[in-house]
């Protein structure tokens, strides 16, 4: 495809190092409301390392904790580092190997060969390339594969009752940068995997009196996958960025959007099950209908739950972001419905920048 060199379809899974994956699945089924359907571990001969999968509609996430008492294992290193938090944001391909030869061609760092995986249900290839911090892009190729998830994974039988927050899908996947280098690894998702810049915020756009961040989404040549990459900006005081860098140790995923056609009742469902999410003012809701017009909710509504709302030439969209979901300030989670918008919810910077620098000094690192 001419925009789009290795044919990424979408976003197959995402996969977390956790320290335990069994209480990690638990948080992941009984306040996001993800279902458990498959598990690889001692049980299926995978020795090193538990994995947990769960997954509602378009969204599937993996969990996976070490089983070794061995601090130089990649899993358990990893977590001892950054604690919980995203390893690999995995990218559905019609081809891995092609993938992977076209990627590295174009300058990857190759971490894992295409690699055939095959069982009862059929066969996956999979191949993985680098991007920032300890992050991963593997390339997944499914080929009908039958089996829960991939091959060496038994499904889960008989699940615990899942409750339904409402997720769809995932809408973005935000990644946190050093001071500088915000534009190398644009220029890596468009040199390598042919993104586009489809915006740029600077810190004019989003700086508040202390901490100020510049941001850069990148999408692929569909339009499905959108990564954002933020980097600090200069600020009076230490920027949430900067917060997360020196938690989490290097660059990392900051938060992952997720898509649902109903954020009022997503956030009562989650919030039920104990969500916490990040609050604004009551005068962001005084504000609210002079700065985005007319909206189909009522104000009243989305103030009681502190749901957000922009809007762009195209339409508007709502939005909410929770506290970090370990006891790092590292990795949060947003939800996100679109009614027309396609962009990030910009207009809401600093309304949400002050919030998060509140909890930032109820922390100590503001
Ligand atoms: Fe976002």
Do not use: C
């Amino acid at each position: 495809m001419q925009n789009d060199p290795l044919d990424l379809q979408g976003i197959d899974y995402v996969e977390f190092y956790v320290a335990n994956a069994r209480q990690s699945a638990h948080f992941y089924r009984t306040a996001l409301g993800l279902k458990p359907v498959a598990y690889a571990g001692l049980e299926t001969g995978s020795r090193d390392r538990a994995s947990f999968v769960l997954s509602r509609r378009n969204v599937r996430f993996v969990l996976t904790a070490p089983l070794l008492p061995d601090p130089q294992h990649p899993v358990a290193a990893f977590v001892a580092q950054h604690g919980d938090g995203v390893k690999d944001i995995a990218l559905r391909v019609a081809n891995a190997e092609a993938a992977y030869v076209e990627a590295v061609r174009r300058g990857a760092t190759g971490v894992q060969e295409p690699t055939v995986i095959q069982d009862g249900g059929g066969r996956v290839v999979k191949a993985s390339i680098a991007t920032y911090g300890n992050v991963l892009h593997s390339f997944i190729q499914r080929d009908g594969y039958e089996g829960p998830f991939m091959p060496g994974f038994q499904a889960i039988a008989n699940p615990p009752p899942v409750p339904d927050t409402g997720l769809a899908a995932i809408d973005h996947i935000v990644g946190n940068v050093e001071l500088g280098a915000m534009n190398e690894w644009v220029e890596f998702y468009r040199d390598v995997l042919g993104f586009k810049q489809l915006i740029h915020f600077d810190d004019a756009d989003i700086s508040t009196e202390y901490s100020a961040l510049m941001s850069k989404v990148m999408q692929n040549g569909s339009g499905r996958i959108k990564f954002p990459i933020n980097e600090p900006a200069e600020g009076r005081k230490k920027s949430q960025i900067e917060e997360y860098l020196e938690y989490n140790g290097t660059p990392g995923v900051q938060h992952i959007a997720l898509a649902t056609g109903n954020i009022l009742a997503s956030v009562d469902a989650l919030a039920s099950h104990g969500m916490a999410f990040l609050r604004v003012p009551e005068s962001y809701y005084a504000e609210l209908e002079s700065r985005v017009g007319k909206i189909d909710e009522q104000v009243e509504d989305l103030a009681r739950r502190g749901v957000l709302v922009d809007r762009d030439e195209e339409g508007y969209l709502l939005q909410i972001f929770s506290q970090p979901v370990q006891d790092r300030p590292t990795l949060f989670y947003e939800i996100i419905q679109r009614k027309g918008s396609r962009g990030f919810g910009k207009g809401n910077f600093k309304a949400l920048f002050e919030a998060i620098e509140r909890e930032q000094d109820k922390r100590g690192n503001l």
